[in-house]
């Protein structure tokens, strides 16, 4: 049983499309996150969301839309993609706010050309 | 605002030598610190964690002390084996409630036979 589960795991698309990446997690936490990872591994955060309230928003473009339609999922919408989106994103969770060790997904691969 | 600095990879290292990987972090109040590790092609997994000064985290052979003096929290292992290959990531999360992690660079390791 995977814990936090994100699909797809690879995902290659035109710019100007609009795309979105699901994340799941069956650990009961009620905190989850996304993360960009750029091509020099570098990791941050992009939003948080606990009880499907938006917690953390790190100045991220309007282009990108988290939505949580209940605690157990957390996924990311992206308008009109740019090159400069392509990156790996990571889903993470962890079991609430003050809790703070977080599991991670395997990833997205986003590559837009 | 918060800041963790890893040492620039890559490392390559054979088997059975020692590894050192150093971490210093900026940070108002007391964070906690953790070191995460990202396996080829998967997702990052925490490795170990200390949540207060000279607290000592440990796991599968790594060690790293919370160390407030020298805002540092490196990380070390005494014998590395191949399938320590991975890329390394130093962070740390306030305790102001956002559960916000800041993660370093990451250092990648490749331990070679």
């Known amino acids: 049983d995977t814990a936090v589960s994100q699909t797809p795991k690879y995902l290659v698309t035109q710019m100007g499309n609009d795309k979105s990446i699901k994340c799941e997690q069956n650990?009961?936490?009620?905190?989850m996150y996304w993360y960009k990872q750029d091509s020099k591994k570098f990791l941050k955060i992009m939003f948080s969301?606990?009880?499907?309230?938006?917690?953390i928003n790190e100045t991220v473009p309007n282009r990108f839309s988290p939505k949580s339609p209940d605690k157990a999922h957390l996924n990311l919408h992206i308008n009109s993609l740019e090159l400069g989106d392509s990156a790996v994103y990571f889903c993470?969770?962890?079991?609430?706010?003050?809790?703070?060790?977080?599991?991670f997904g395997a990833g997205t691969r986003l590559s837009v050309l | 605002g918060n800041s963790v600095t890893q040492m620039e990879g890559p490392v390559t290292l054979s088997e059975e030598a020692f590894l050192t990987i150093n971490c210093t972090y900026t940070?108002?109040?007391?964070?906690?610190l953790f070191w995460y590790v990202q396996y080829p092609g998967e997702g990052l997994q925490l490795l170990l964690k200390?949540?207060?000064?000279?607290d000592k985290g440990s796991n599968k052979g790594f060690e790293a002390t919370y160390r407030k003096e020298t805002t540092s929290f490196h990380l070390e292992k005494g014998s590395v084996q191949v399938s320590d290959s991975a890329v390394y990531f130093c962070?740390?999360?306030?305790?102001?409630?956002?559960?916000?992690?800041?993660f370093g660079k990451g250092t990648k390791l490749t331990v070679n036979p």
């Open positions: 993470a969770s962890s079991p609430g706010l003050n809790k703070n060790i977080q599991y």
């Open positions: 650990l009961g936490h009620d905190t």
């Open positions: 969301y606990n009880n499907k309230e938006l917690i």
């Open positions: 940070a108002t109040g007391y964070p906690s």
């Open positions: 200390a949540t207060k000064a000279d």
């Open positions: 962070a740390l999360s306030d305790r102001g409630g956002s559960e916000k992690l800041v």
